[in-house]
């Protein structure tokens, strides 16, 4: 059972590059999110998307966008890293279908470092 | 809006203690609550949840009890051992937010020495 998969686990960029994180779930998930973790901050909702070809903003969106083209992967991308964007990025998955009792599955995340 | 608040740790504590953390919440509608855990180089797994009132969700010993009265869902465990090492979230699910996000608290770490 793979879960929820996201590549790259480890990342460092310079400043101004850019990159795309990838995340794919092989349970049939409609919704889909992407959280940065920084200490002492808990998780914070950057984008998330509720079925495939949408997508909305979270709590702290700027300087990112997404794409769900497919069910299953969910895009992040930073057009111009910034050191600010230092952080481990998680994705997560979770069923539409009995929203009260559904969990979210979380992927490994992925340590970003831009320098 | 949504907001989860819990205990800044870290929390130290020996093996066979008693653990406790608290978690209170605000909501504007009527969540789903959990408790995530964190070890540690990986990603968040589901520990336990509630998700109505007076509700107790339980796993690997660890209890906690929905509690719409004070807006709480603290996190105990009667004795914990040097594996519950890691870093606990609270988080609540409000099913009238749009996608039904999970809002979380900053995280509790808890260190359990031998």
């Known amino acids: 059972n793979a879960g929820v998969t996201q590549t790259p686990k480890f990342r460092v960029l310079k400043t101004g590059q850019s990159m795309t994180l990838l995340c794919a779930q092989d349970m049939n998930h409609e919704y889909m999110y992407w959280y940065r973790q920084d200490p002492g901050m808990g998780l914070r909702l950057i984008h998330y998307?509720?079925?495939?070809?949408?997508?909305a903003k979270g709590e702290v969106p700027d300087g990112y966008n997404v794409s769900r083209l497919k069910k299953q992967n969910f895009l992040l991308g930073l057009e111009s890293a910034a050191p600010s964007q230092t952080s481990v990025y998680f994705c997560?998955?979770?069923?539409?279908?009995?929203?009260?009792?559904?969990?979210?599955?979380f992927g490994q995340g992925t340590r970003l470092t831009v320098v | 809006g949504d907001s989860v608040t819990q205990m800044e740790g870290p929390v130290t504590l020996s093996e066979e203690a008693f653990l406790t953390i608290n978690c209170t919440y605000t909501?504007?509608?009527?969540?789903?609550l959990f408790w995530y855990v964190q070890y540690p180089g990986e990603g968040l797994q589901l520990l336990l949840k509630?998700?109505?009132?007076?509700d107790k969700g339980s796993n690997k010993g660890f209890e906690a009890t929905y509690r719409k009265e004070t807006t709480s869902f603290h996190l105990e465990k009667g004795s914990v051992q040097v594996s519950d090492s890691a870093v606990y979230f609270c988080?609540?699910?409000?099913?009238?937010?749009?996608?039904?996000?999970?809002?979380f608290g900053g995280g509790t770490r808890v260190l359990v020495k031998p």
């Open positions: 988080a609540l699910s409000d099913l009238e937010a749009a996608g039904n996000k999970l809002t």
């Open positions: 509630a998700t109505k009132a007076d």
């Open positions: 997560a998955s979770k069923l539409l279908w009995d929203r009260r009792n559904t969990e979210a599955f």
């Open positions: 909501a504007t509608g009527y969540p789903s």
């Open positions: 998307s509720v079925g495939e070809g949408t997508t």
